[in-house]
T-cell receptor, first 111, second 114 residues
Framework: KQEVTQIPAALSVPEGENLVLNCSFT??????LQWFRQDPGKGLTSLLL?????REQTSGRLNASLDKSSGRSTLYIAASQPGDSATYLC??????????FGQGTRLTINP | DAGVIQSPRHEVTEMGQEVTLRCKPI?????LFWYRQTMMRGLELLIY????????DSGMPEDRFSAKMPNASFSTLKIQPSEPRDSAVYFC????????????FGPGTRLTVT
């Protein structure tokens, strides 16, 4: 059974710092990996999707990497801003459609 | 595009009552997913449909839960009878074949069963 773990559970950093969020999964037979952002009381916003054949994806200040063989992904946020404060969720797809989620990392950026 | 639409946004009901949650996927998307989010268990897939057909309902917790998708633009998740442990946020998501199955989520329905 696929298990997804995100470390740390919570992270607090000063504004302007670069930071890395980690995600690990137990079964490397994935179709893709998605990073989501969730604001309090809101739904999930898709940030980046990495196909299993890709190594990384970039969008603005965000860069996500994927090492399928080791079962790891990282989300790098450059020059963090208070507006980046949210919970970040990692999810891997099994059989193309089924997403298995980690518990998330709650990120706080302090002005 | 309006995104995935869910209603109601909040629902408070008493134990034993029937609850119906509604979802309208993004136009043109052919897959629809129902998830449940709790503090203890995180986000869990309950059921998903492809071209209006249920494909995998292994995440549905018990027979009190049922889901339907009568057409490409509407789905319901019904709980009958509801119990306090069903209190959670229920999300609907949709995706389109050929877009690497990227899923787009609705705002969720916060259900409280007293």
């Amino acid at each position: 059974k696929q298990e997804v773990t995100q470390i740390p559970a919570a992270l607090s950093v000063p504004e302007g710092e670069n930071l890395v969020l980690n995600c690990s999964f137990t079964d490397s037979a994935i179709y893709n990996l998605q990073w989501f952002r969730q604001d309090p009381g809101k739904g999930l916003t898709s940030l980046l999707l990495i196909q299993s054949s890709q190594r990384e994806q970039t969008s603005g200040r965000l860069n996500a990497s994927l090492d399928k063989s080791s079962g790891r992904s990282t989300l790098y946020i450059a020059a963090s801003q208070p507006g980046d404060s949210a919970t970040y969720l990692c999810a891997v797809s099994q059989g193309a459609q089924k997403l298995v989620f980690g518990q998330g990392t709650r990120l706080t950026i302090n002005p | 595009d309006a995104g995935v639409i869910q209603s109601p946004r909040h629902e408070v009901t008493e134990m034993g009552q029937e609850v119906t949650l509604r979802c309208k996927p993004i136009s043109g998307h052919n897959s629809l997913f129902w998830y449940r989010q709790t503090m203890m268990r995180g986000l869990e897939l309950l059921i998903y449909f492809n071209n209006n057909v249920p494909i995998d309902d292994s995440g549905m917790p018990e027979d009190r839960f049922s889901a339907k998708m009568p057409n490409a633009s509407f789905s319901t998740l019904k709980i009958q009878p509801s119990e306090p442990r069903d209190s959670a946020v229920y999300f609907c998501a949709s995706s389109q074949t050929g877009t690497f199955y990227e899923q787009y989520f609705g705002p969720g329905t916060r259900l409280t069963v007293t």
